[in-house]
């Protein structure tokens, strides 16, 4: 039994171990897709302001064709003011042309304005971009070191993997399965010491009798508490 013990203790050693790396390799990960994340969402923006700026070029090209076309008929209109006969017809092609005039001016103004938006968009994408080509340079040698520490984390895990495999192999069946459902459910502590009449997997109180046979060895015995598998420490 004492055997079994020992194999025991090891092998919660063991397992201890690959949690604590399991957690460490899920940290990492989780750092790395923190940074994924936040890399999508700025190249997400930079697409969006780059989507706006060919929207509003677009506006802005509309806007001065209708005022070439505008351009071009006040143009027109001015050339046929000579030939005019009649006060009455100058009159109306004055009005026309005023008209049209005042037309342009709004499409210039509006132009203007498309301009000064396409400008401030231009640069927030711009920064956006640049801080984005920094972000990726500190982002490349970051997820370079995760990398490392992952495959170095990988490569322990691997050998504690095998070293727990030989380790849990000469214990019955019945052992691995009461082991491996206490693991689960007491929180990755299944083997405690028990001392001065305590366990100290739940700190409680042992019957007197259940704490001296421990010391005999001969069967393997449980907390009546926690259900803990327990061995004592045995001062020489
Ligand atoms: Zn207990």
């Known amino acids: 039994m004492e055997d079994q013990m020992i194999l025991l203790k090891e092998l919660q050693g063991l397992d201890q171990k690959l949690n604590a790396i399991g957690q460490d390799q899920r940290k990492l990960e989780t750092e790395r897709e923190g940074i994924d994340a936040e ?33 071009a008929n006040i143009e027109k209109s001015e050339g046929r003011l000579p030939e005019i006969k009649t006060q009455k017809e100058y ?56 990398e490392e520490a992952l495959k170095s984390f990988e490569q322990t895990r691997q050998g504690l993997v095998k070293e727990r495999d030989s380790q849990i192999k000469p214990l019955s069946r019945d052992l691995q399965r009461r082991y491996r459902l206490l693991m689960e459910r007491r929180a990755g502590v299944a083997v405690v010491e028990a001392r001065n009449g305590t366990c100290l ?25 926690c259900s803990r598998l327990l061995y004592v420490v045995k001062e020489d």
Do not use: W, Y
């Open 91 to 146: 009159l109306a092609v004055l009005k026309e042309v005023d008209t049209a005039k005042k037309l342009n001016k709004d499409l210039s103004d509006q132009i203007e304005a498309k301009n000064a938006e396409i400008a401030a968009l231009t640069e927030e994408a711009t920064e956006k971009q640049q801080s984005l080509t920094e972000m990726e340079e500190q982002i490349s040698v970051r997820c370079g070191e995760i």
């Open 39 to 71: 890399v999508v969402r700025i190249r997400e923006m930079v697409a969006s302001l780059e989507g706006s700026i060919s929207e509003l070029e677009e506006q802005r090209s509309q806007l001065r064709l209708a005022l070439d076309q505008e351009q």
């Open 201 to 225: 997997g739940c700190n409680m109180h042992l019957p007197p009798q259940l704490f001296n046979s421990l010391f005999l060895a001969q069967e393997i015995k449980t907390c009546p508490h």
